[in-house]
């Protein structure tokens, strides 16, 4: 939970200087935890959700200044760190890592695990000037996994 607050919270205020002066923007990146708990990853989700309550604050204090925040909720992203999280699913279907995460993508509409570039993409959309007017806001970046209604599910294989 620190290292995901804590962290985007001092880098934000060492920032807001430079963001005051040069109308800035500010993408904190959260997660889909954020918005959906997951299993036994509790301080995780607490401390993605408070990102959202952040990028808000610091929307609506530093706003009248010129300064944008906003935040990013990716799904599943390739990376080492997701890589490490698939052991386990690994370990127990024989799957590989390609497998793992298929099996974690099978709900999701497009089913697959974003690009970093993918998410690197919509961070730089939101810095951007084409988001000029784009504050406080949370954008969704992953693949459609937070438009499934789960319980419907077993419909899908009727």
Not at 40 to 57: E, F, N
Not at 75 to 84: E, F, I, L
């Amino acid at each position: 939970m620190h290292a995901n607050l804590d962290t985007a919270f001092v880098s934000a205020r060492a920032c807001l200087p430079d963001l005051i002066a040069q109308r800035g923007s500010i993408v904190l990146v959260a997660s889909i935890a954020a918005l959906a708990a997951g299993p036994g990853v509790c301080g995780y989700t607490v401390g993605k959700h408070a990102l959202l309550g952040l990028a808000r604050s610091l929307a609506r204090d530093y706003g009248p200044h010129g300064v944008r925040a906003n935040a990013v909720c990716p799904g599943w992203v390739r990376t080492p760190m997701a890589d490490a999280e698939m052991t386990p699913l690994m370990s127990a279907y024989g799957d590989t890592l390609d497998g793992a995460y298929a099996r974690v993508s099978a709900d999701v509409p497009l089913r697959r695990a974003a690009d970093p570039d993918e998410i690197a993409a919509v961070c730089a959309f939101l810095a951007s000037p084409d988001a000029s007017f784009v504050t406080g806001a949370t954008l969704v970046a992953d693949g459609g996994a937070m438009v499934v209604d789960v319980p419907t599910l077993a419909f899908d294989k009727l």
